[in-house]
């Protein structure tokens, strides 16, 4: 089924979003997104949620060149981006005033629908996608949307991959830090049978010298019914990721050489496998009814050996990390349009968890080859199981009105066993978590749409033992619950121009930040994020695209209390940015040259919960890409990354490996000015 574009400011996607331009959502499209001619009696569309959802496009995507796909989201308004830059332990997209520190993972992730977090909740699955791949990425913000549960806090980023068209398309790129990567990406789609694939390589000896190798091959295989009733797919896909860590720098070793990767982490490595495979069955019942399933299998394998000192005296700065995780599960969804005013959606899912934690010690004298530990500390296997079912009705009692009550429950069980010890223990029990949620947008005119929703998620805690699990000596914890509310606004003057300005407020209780990887839980307390969110986009004459975002945000603790006793009141939450902006403009010449520029910019973040050692982190950054077509099949690309070579860095507060006295920030510098030339086949 041959493939279009819908353009920039556009707020109708398929199979995202209903097939006529609407101002009676709060949806905002950035870029051109590639579509199928979709069925309209099918599930029930994300912009049906009522929240502030964006999406990016296809062509904001495939000619990124990244390190990691997570980057790709950071195109988008009010995201902030975590850059680790620790080989495979690379970083994380965030937002609504979560931070990316691995304590707090607010942001479900899913790729083509399928949950895509590991346990933790870190979004580490997403590297199995590459640029090429990609047909949207779409950011749902808030605590209103019903659909998901689990890590589902803030909000949730779902990375559409391409399904259908006739294709082949190449990229073959050489830039800065002898990258060199290639894509090849393919489709067919003839009588009733749709064939996808994408293999993709990329090697980078990376800003600070530690070499990096990772590789991607996915297919994907869809047969649909001739009467167009049943569609039946299957999608597998697996991943390897060789890495050196080039390790966190004191403040004095970042004045002294940005670029260094002290001796301390010579040997310091990550060995990363992923593999994925899901089984797809949609039904139209009938005419009013659709009925979607999906079984899905997710392995995500990791051997990680990091120091994180120099200090001998530090505690355990070198260590060995082992994961292995295996998540089953499966997702029904039942779409019924019972009249022109009201249809209903319910889903069920069930996750079903076995995984592995181990983690070595090694005493700092030894050749950090690893070969010997001085302690096993963890040897941990686990399981963590949940249920949940959603139920919303989209109710729309006169023109220009939509209501969307909805209602979701969850409950997780699990068991765990200390191999090194032999203890035992059950996952905390949470009972059924209740998530009520309301939305509903009213449009005056055509041109303006207002939405205001309500809504509850929650944080449960995760990892091989306590507090996730109650070991002997642990107390309870009850779950964190989240209440979201938010009111804006989306404004369209003319057919190509977006407006929206949304105001929002998120309370917590109880909430917690949570290390597993390091065994350690901080309680936070309640907790407020709130903040205003202002984008506008628009295209000007056919040849101008222009948008541009800011969004002011803050996360503070509203009640709880340091190991000292004295009240975090007032304090912010550590590592979450004031403010996050975004802005750019394409401009296409003529159908051959087409060139932009791209700016994103970060407030500075305090590090440590009583807000007394400065902020840290806050940059300005441009990038410049230059496309022109040699003929109407190829192209080349010249992206320039940091254009104006700023300095900036990851910071974080390392109080865990440093002697008491020697608590200190750390941080991993971002990369200077770089350059990639890119060329594109499209056959």
């Known amino acids: 089924m041959k493939k279009k574009l819908l353009p920039l400011a556009l707020t109708a996607v398929l199979p995202l979003f209903s097939s006529t331009v609407q101002a009676q959502d709060a949806t905002i499209v950035m870029g051109e997104v590639r579509v199928n001619a979709q069925r309209s009696n099918g599930p029930l569309v994300s912009n049906s949620v009522l929240t502030s959802v964006d999406v990016l496009g296809a062509d904001k995507v495939e000619d990124k060149n990244v390190i990691a796909s997570w980057e790709l989201v950071g195109q988008l308004p009010g995201v902030q981006l975590t850059e680790y830059r620790m080989g495979a332990e690379s970083g994380k997209a965030t937002f609504r005033a979560f931070n990316g520190e691995g304590y707090i993972n607010g942001i479900k992730v899913l790729i083509d629908g399928i949950p895509s977090n590991v346990n933790s909740g870190n979004q580490r699955f997403i590297d199995m996608i590459f640029p090429l791949e990609v047909d949207y990425v779409e950011v749902v913000r808030g605590t209103n949307d019903p659909r998901y549960g689990l890590h589902n806090i803030g909000g949730n980023i779902n990375f559409g991959t391409r399904q259908g068209g006739n294709y082949t398309d190449a990229r073959l790129t050489y830039g800065s830090y002898n990258t060199v990567e290639g894509q090849l ?7 009733g049978f749709a064939q996808n694939y994408i293999l993709a390589r990329q090697d980078s000896d990376e800003y600070r010298g530690t070499d990096s190798k990772k590789y991607t091959l996915g297919g994907k295989w869809f047969l649909t019914s001739n009467d167009n009733k049943l569609k039946a797919g299957l999608v597998l896909r697996t991943y390897h990721h060789e890495a050196g860590e080039p390790g966190f720098l004191t403040a004095a070793e970042l004045a002294q050489d940005r670029r260094q990767s002290p001796a301390k982490n010579a040997n310091d490595r990550s060995d990363r496998d992923m593999h994925h495979a899901s089984a797809h069955l949609d039904w139209q019942i009938s ?68 995984n592995g934690y181990g983690r070595q010690r090694f005493a700092y004298a030894l050749p950090t080859d690893f070969s010997t530990p001085v302690q096993i500390q963890n040897d941990d296997r686990y399981s ?19 209501i969307v009550p909805g209602y979701r429950v969850d409950k997780f069980n699990g068991h765990t066993l200390a191999r090194t010890t032999g203890i035992e223990g059950r996952l905390q029990d949470s009972g059924w978590i209740d998530q009520p949620k309301l939305s509903m947008v009213y449009s005056p005119v055509d041109s303006v749409s207002v939405y205001a929703n309500w809504g509850r998620t929650f944080q449960v805690l995760t990892g091989s033992g306590g507090p996730a699990y109650l070991v002997p000596g642990q107390g309870t914890f009850e779950p964190s619950i989240n209440t979201g509310k938010e009111l804006g606004v989306k404004f369209k003057p003319a057919p190509r121009t977006d407006l929206r300005l949304a105001v929002w407020r998120q309370d917590a209780t109880d909430e917690v930040a949570n290390m597993p990887a390091t065994g350690t839980t901080v309680g936070l307390g309640e907790t407020r994020r709130e903040g205003v969110d202002l984008q506008f986009s628009t295209r000007v004459l056919d040849k101008l695209d222009l948008w541009v975002s800011h969004s002011l945000q803050k996360a503070e603790v509203t009640r709880a209390f340091g190991a000292d006793g004295v009240s975090l009141a007032g304090k912010e939450v550590f590592s979450t940015p004031r403010h996050i902006s975004n802005a750019g403009l394409e401009y296409r010449h003529s159908d051959r040259l087409r060139v932009g520029l791209q700016g994103r910019a970060q407030g500075n973040y305090f590090v440590d919960s009583p807000n007394e050692l400065g902020k840290y982190g806050g940059f300005v950054l441009f990038d410049a890409n230059l496309r022109y077509a040699l003929s109407p099949r190829v192209s080349i690309d010249l992206q320039v990354r940091n254009l104006a070579d700023r300095q900036y860095e990851y910071a974080w507060y390392d109080n865990f490996f440093w002697p008491a006295n020697q608590y200190q920030p750390m941080f991993s510098s971002g990369p200077g000015r770089s350059a990639y030339l890119s060329l594109n086949f499209k056959m």
């Open 384 to 402: 963590f199981d949940n249920v949940g079912a959603y139920v919303q009705a989209i109710i729309r009692p006169f023109d220009g009105f939509k």
């Open 287 to 354: 005419p009013d009814a659709f009925l979607s399933n999906k079984v899905y299998y997710n392995k995500y394998e990791d051997d990680r050996r990091v120091t994180f000192t120099s200090n001998p005296a530090g505690s355990a700065p070198r260590q060995r990390r082992l994961w292995d995780e295996k998540q089953v599960g499966f997702m029904s969804n039942l779409t019924w349009r019972t009249s022109d005013q009201v249809t209903l959606d319910a889903g069920i899912n069930t996750e079903q968890q076995d």
């Open 185 to 191: 990406a393919v489709g067919r789609d003839a009588n």
